[in-house]
C-alpha cells in the first residue's frame, strides 16, 4: 500500500499503519493536512498505490461523504477511507462527528500521536496531561479528550481502539472494517519517536508498554462493546506494568511521583469508565 | 381584465422567486449529488431541492451537512468522483466555506453553487449586498449576477455547461430577498444539459494523488493556468449565451448605443436603474447601462468601450472605494464611484434618477457613499 | 400599465401568500406580475408589508413600493400611512377615510370556512378574494391561481375568496 | 488542460533512496532468524521480504531506524554501524 522510499520519519508509526490498508479492498484514500500527507508523497509522486485525495484539515469526513456518495450513485465499488491524525480529528471534529451522525459509508482512521506532529509538536486535545510540547512546555494542563468514546456515543457501526504495537489486531480491525458497510471509526494509537522524544527503534515497545499499563485500552464495538484480546488481561490492575516504564519519554521527564500516582488514578478511572459501556 | 404581455416564448410560465428558479433549473441539470447548509435567504433553494428529491422527481443523493464548510467538502468529494454537483449558500455560509472555494477550484472541479448575496457581519444584517460574492473574486471562480428570476434560471443551467466545460467551479448570484424571495414569472425554457464531463476523475485502483503537496514551480503554474483558463472562459460564455436565454454574454448593454453617460452595475437593482435611465432618457439625456453579468471573468473588453463619463455604482466596497468601481478602474477608465445599498439599504428608483442626474451634472465626487 | 399594491397584514395572517395568488392568477390572464414579502425575519403577530406589481408590460423594478396605487390591509388595528387613492378594508363595516374604500368582513369569512391556524384566523384566501375583485381579475384565474399556489388547500380556500370576491363593498 | 500540476503517480522513492538516512545498519542472521516475520509487519518502510533462509532486507530504502530489532523474538537481527 505505501511503497518503499517514503518521506516518513525513522521509525514512524503512521507508515507502519499506513502499510496496512492492504487489507481493505477498492480504497480511495482521503488525506488532510498532518505527517500523513508528506509521508504520502511529495508532487509530482505519490508514496501510496491507491488513490489519494488531498484536502484541508476539518473537510476530510466531509470530502469522504461526498466521494462515497458519488461511487454509489455512479455505480462504482469503492471503500472510501478519511485518513488523519488527532490535529485533524480536533479542527475537524464537527465533520466528523456530522459524518458518524449521518452513518456515512466511510472508514475513518485516526492515526493518534497526541499532538500535532506536523507542525513542530503543538498540543492537541489528545495530548496527555502534563505532556509537554511545544506549547505545553510545562506540560499540558487540560485532561486528554477520549475520541474513541465520543465516536462510540454515536452508536457508529463500527468503532475500535488499536495500536501500532498489536500490528495483527490492527490488522484484523481494519481487515472488519473494510468487509462492513457504514461508519467505521478506528482510533490508532500512534507513538511518535521524535515527538515523544524517544529512539526510533521504541515506537513498538513504547506503544505496547501504553497498552500493557493501561494507559491504551484496545477495544472494538460492532453493535455490542469488546475487549480486544490482544489487551483484555490489562483490565486487571494486577496484569498491569508499572506506568513509570511507559512514562519513560522525553516528554514526561519531569513527572514527580505524585503525578504518576495521578496518572494512574486517571487511567483507572479510563477503565472503569469505559467498562459501563461493555 | 386581459392583457397577452407575458405570452411569448415556448416553455411553460409560472410565477416563481429566484430561489425557485434555481430549484428548477437544478432539477433540470439533474445533479447526483446536492450538499447544503441553510442560512437565510439561501434555504428555499435547498429546501425545495431536498423536496424533490424526497418525491422522487429528482434522482440525487441530497447530503445534509452540519457546516457550509462540509456542503463545499461534500461536493468538492463528490465532484472529485465524477459526479455533477450543486449547492447553495449566502454570506456567512460563503466566509465560512471559503478555504473549500479555493480547494474546489484549484483543484479545477467543475461545480456550480447559487449564492444569494448577502452583507456579511458584523453587525447581524441578513440583507442584500454583495460584500459576500465579491470576497470569492481571488478564489478561481466564475461568478455570475442575475437580475431576474427568468435569468437566475437560465444562469443556472448555463453554469453547469460552462463549468463542466472549462473545468471551473461557478457561482450564480441572485441579490438576497429583492430577488432570492420575490416571485416574478419565468419562463421553464426545454433546456437540455450535455452528460456530466471533467478533466479528470478519482476512482479505485487509481494508483495516483490528487494536490499533493507542492514544490518548486508546480503550484504557481496551477494558479497561472487557471487564471488564464478564467479569462478563456469568457468565450464559452459568450457561445453558450444563445441557448440559455440571450443576454449578450458577460455584459448586457442598456441603451448604451449613442450614450455620453454610462453606469456600471451589477445585480438585481439593475431593473430599478434602467427604469430611472429610461426617465432621464425621456428629458433628452443620454445615458445608459453597461450591466456586469460577470464579476469573473471580468468584461474588460466591454469596459474599455464605454464612453468617457462612468458612474459605477457598488453594493460592496474595499476600503472607501467600491469593488466594482475598482476593478472597472483597473480597465484603465476614468471612474466616479458611488457605494449605496449596502445591509440591503433599499435604493428605488427616484434614488437612482437623483443620483444619475447628479452624476450627469458632474456633481459627484470621485468616491460617494449613498447614505 | 403599473398597479403597485401594498399589503398590510401580521405575520402568519396570510399576506404572503395572497400577494401570490393574485400574482399568479394576473400571470394566467397574460399579466406581468410581481410578488415581494417584507424582507427580514418573519414573526408571528408583527405588522409585514408585502408588494405586489401588476402590468401589461415587463417589471423590472424590485425596490419596495413607496407610493402604491391600492393599499389592502388585513388587520384594522394597523396604521394606514398611505396616501393609496384605494384602501381594500377587512372590516366588518364601513369606514370613512379619504381613500375610496372598499371593505369585507374577511376574519368572519375565514372563521366560518375554517381557516384558522392556532387562534389565528388565516385571510390569504378571503383577502385575495377581495383584492382580485378590485384589481378585475377573473374569479376564474384566482381559482386556477389558487390551485397552483396551494395545492390541495385551495379547494377550502377558494369557497372563502369567492365569497369574498361577492361580498365585498365600497363605501 | 495541463494536470501535471495538480496530480501526482505512485511510485517508490517518492522521497529518494531512502536507504542513505541510515546510520545504522540491520544485520539478519540466517541461523537464528525463524522466519516468524514479525520485522516484516512493523517495518515502518515494508522493506524486509520472506528470503530463503532467512528474512531479507532491502537496504535501498531501509533508513535504519531499528524496530526490526526490537520485534525480532530470535534476537536475529543486530544493528551494525555503516
Known sequence: MILPGNASCQGCPISMAMRCLDVIKNPVLVIPAGCSTVIAGLHPKSAMKAPVVHVPFPSTLAVACGLSEAYKKLGVEANVVAWMGDGAADIGFAGLSASAARRDDVITVVVDNEAYMNTGTQASLSTFWKAKTTTSPAGKTEERRNLSLIMLTHKADYVATASVGYIRDLRKKLRKAGEMAGFRFIHIHAPCPPGWRFPSEKTVEVARKAVMSGAWILWEYDGKLRLSKAGEKYALKENRIPLAEYLKQGRFLHLSERDIREIERKIDEDWEFLLRFS | ?371 | MLTEVTIYCRGGQGGVTAARVLATAAMLQGYYSQAMPQFGPERRGARVNTYLRISDRPIRRRSVIKNPDIVAVFDRKIEIDSEASVVILNSPEPVQIPSRTYYVNATEIAERHGLVNAGWAILSAPMSGAIARVLDIEISALKEAMHIELGERAERSFKAAKEAYEVIKWT | MDLSPILSEATVASAGETGSWRNYRPLVSSELCSKCGNCIVYCPEGVIFEGVDSVEIDYRFCKGCGVCREVCGQKAIEMVPE
Not at chain 2, 381584465?1 to 437544478?26: D, W
Not at chain 2, 441553510?38 to 434522482?59: N, R, W, Y
Not at chain 2, 507542492?214 to 469568457?234: P, Q, V
Not at chain 2, 460577470?294 to 468617457?308: D, G, H, N, T, W
Open chain 2, 1 to 371: 381584465m386581459r392583457a397577452e404581455g407575458n405570452r411569448n416564448g415556448s416553455g411553460v410560465k409560472r410565477l416563481l422567486t429566484s430561489n425557485e428558479a434555481i430549484a428548477e433549473a437544478v432539477k433540470i441539470a439533474k445533479p447526483d449529488v446536492i450538499a447544503a447548509y441553510p442560512i437565510t435567504p439561501q434555504s428555499p433553494i435547498v429546501e425545495k431541492l431536498a423536496e424533490m428529491v424526497e418525491s422522487g422527481e429528482l434522482d440525487a443523493s441530497f447530503v445534509r451537512v452540519e457546516s457550509e464548510h462540509s456542503a463545499m467538502a461534500v461536493i468538492h468529494g463528490a465532484a472529485t468522483a465524477g459526479a455533477r454537483v450543486f449547492t447553495a449558500t449566502s454570506s456567512h455560509g460563503l466566509a465560512y466555506m471559503f478555504e473549500m472555494c479555493w480547494w474546489i477550484a484549484g483543484s479545477r472541479l467543475p461545480a456550480v453553487m447559487a449564492v444569494a448575496t448577502r452583507s456579511i457581519g458584523a453587525p447581524w444584517n441578513i440583507h442584500g449586498d454583495h460584500t459576500d460574492i465579491m470576497s470569492l473574486r481571488d478564489a478561481g471562480w466564475i461568478i455570475g449576477m442575475a437580475e431576474s428570476a427568468q435569468e437566475a434560471f437560465d444562469m443556472t443551467l448555463q453554469a453547469f455547461a460552462v463549468s463542466e466545460v472549462v473545468n471551473i467551479p461557478f457561482a450564480v448570484g441572485i441579490d438576497a430577498f429583492t430577488m432570492s424571495h420575490t416571485a416574478e414569472i419565468v419562463e421553464i425554457r426545454n433546456a437540455k444539459l450535455p452528460e456530466r464531463r471533467q478533466a479528470y476523475r478519482i476512482l479505485p485502483g487509481m494508483e495516483v494523488a490528487v494536490n499533493a503537496v507542492t514544490m518548486g514551480e508546480a503550484r504557481m503554474k496551477a494558479r497561472y493556468d487557471l487564471a488564464i483558463d478564467l479569462e478563456k472562459s469568457a468565450e464559452v460564455i459568450e457561445r453558450t449565451d444563445g441557448e440559455f436565454g440571450s443576454y449578450g454574454g458577460l455584459v448586457e448593454k442598456y441603451r448604451l448605443e449613442d450614450a455620453e453617460y454610462a453606469v456600471v452595475m451589477a445585480g438585481g437593482w439593475c431593473g430599478d436603474a434602467k427604469d430611472a435611465i429610461d426617465m432621464l432618457r425621456d428629458e433628452g439625456v443620454r445615458i445608459g447601462m453597461l450591466r456586469l453579468r460577470f464579476i469573473r471573468p471580468f468584461p474588460e473588453k466591454a469596459v474599455k468601450e464605454l464612453p468617457s463619463e462612468v458612474l459605477v455604482v457598488d453594493r460592496a466596497n474595499t476600503g472607501i472605494k467600491g469593488i466594482l468601481g475598482m476593478e472597472t478602474a483597473a480597465c484603465g477608465v476614468e471612474v466616479k464611484n458611488v457605494v449605496a445599498g449596502i445591509g440591503g439599504l433599499d435604493v428605488g428608483i427616484d434614488d437612482f434618477y437623483r443620483l444619475f442626474g447628479k452624476f450627469v451634472d458632474g456633481k459627484l465626487e470621485k468616491v460617494e457613499w449613498l447614505i
